[in-house]
């Protein structure tokens, strides 16, 4: 039998196969550039995640400074209040004490004694007064000293005076008042 071939065969150029080594550098280059943009990615990633940790760590700033300002006020309010109850501590103690020096002045004084006046600056007390004699003025010193609530008891002046003919001792006196 014979074979007659109906196609007609084409002669014209073969197409030539691309080599092996073009097609290793094209999967190489996007291997690479796949890299490189994976690689761009996680970087942009941690840029984000960074950017938010400082803004929650500038929030965080922001509201440690707010509580800090609170708690200088606070500070600053509790150091008000402190002096406060200083003063008012200190106005008790004080409180007795006028009582406790008329109460000592008037057991320690002699009856030949006639008090004109008290002033009392800080814890100093000065006392004016006209007495019968010197001796009685003596007297009064000698109790004021036996006392506790006073100290350093001095005689500033002593002088005669007359009063309706009748010759008596005006003095003054300073001391020290023990709280």
């Known amino acids: 039998m014979i074979k007659i071939n109906l196609l007609v065969e084409r002669k014209g150029p073969k197409k030539k196969a691309i080599p092996k080594e073009f097609i290793v550098l094209f999967l190489c280059m996007a291997i690479l550039l796949a890299s490189l943009i994976l690689f761009n990615w996680r970087i942009g990633k941690e840029k984000e995640d960074l950017l938010n940790k400082i803004s929650n760590t500038k929030r965080e700033i922001a509201h440690y400074k707010s509580l800090t300002a609170e708690v200088n006020k606070a500070k600053g309010d509790q150091k008000t209040l402190q002096e406060k109850l200083n003063v008012i501590n200190s106005l008790r103690k004080e409180k007795a004490t006028p009582a406790k020096v008329l109460d000592e002045l008037s057991t320690g004084k002699p009856e030949k004694i006639h008090l004109i006046s008290l002033k009392k600056e800080g814890t100093r007390l000065a006392i004016e007064g006209i007495a019968l004699d ?7 010193m000698t109790n004021l000293r036996k006392s506790k609530l006073f100290k ?3 005689l500033i002046v002593s002088e005669q005076v007359e009063q309706s003919k009748i010759k008596l001792k005006k003095f003054s006196l300073s001391c020290e008042i023990n709280p």
């Open 152 to 154: 350093n008891i001095e």
């Open 134 to 140: 010197d001796e009685t003025v003596a007297n009064f």
